[in-house]
């Protein structure tokens, strides 16, 4: 069974910095899988945010890119997001999901599930 517990969500002034940390177990007896950031503000739809593919390929929503970072340390199991110039607009709960079974790097068109709790991420101007 795989669990994603996320943390490092806070309030922050725009402006700022924040690393979402999400500690995965479970994975072990998979080779080959994306993992990525989502992100769900009130009254909106979930959206990917950053992905990353089992060889490292990242990709990012064009809102993310150049200010966010998605990292994994395989040894651990955790997968990091690093967040500079925070926006107003990046105010979300922030979740962590893994898509199993795929070799390819296009993770952000694949399906994900086996979602954390979420740990929430607001921004003020």
């Known amino acids: 069974q795989i669990r994603l517990v996320e943390s490092g969500g806070d309030s922050v002034q725009a402006g700022g910095s924040l690393t979402l940390s999400c500690t995965a177990s479970?994975?072990?007896?998979?080779?080959?899988?994306?993992m990525a950031w989502f992100r769900q503000a009130p009254g909106k739809e979930r959206e990917g945010v950053a992905f990353?593919?089992?060889?490292?390929?990242?990709a990012y929503v064009d809102s993310a890119k150049g200010r966010f970072t998605i990292s994994k340390d395989n040894a651990a199991n955790i997968l990091y997001l690093q967040m500079n110039s925070l926006k107003p607009e990046d105010t979300a709960r922030y979740y962590c999901?893994?898509?199993?079974?795929?070799?390819?790097?296009?993770?952000?068109?694949?399906?994900?599930?086996?979602w954390g709790q979420g740990t929430q991420v607001t921004v003020s101007s």
């Open positions: 999901g893994t898509a199993l079974f795929y070799f390819g790097t296009n993770c952000r068109a694949r399906p994900y599930n086996n």
């Open positions: 990353v593919a089992s060889d490292g390929t990242t």
């Open positions: 479970g994975l072990a007896h998979y080779t080959a899988y994306c």
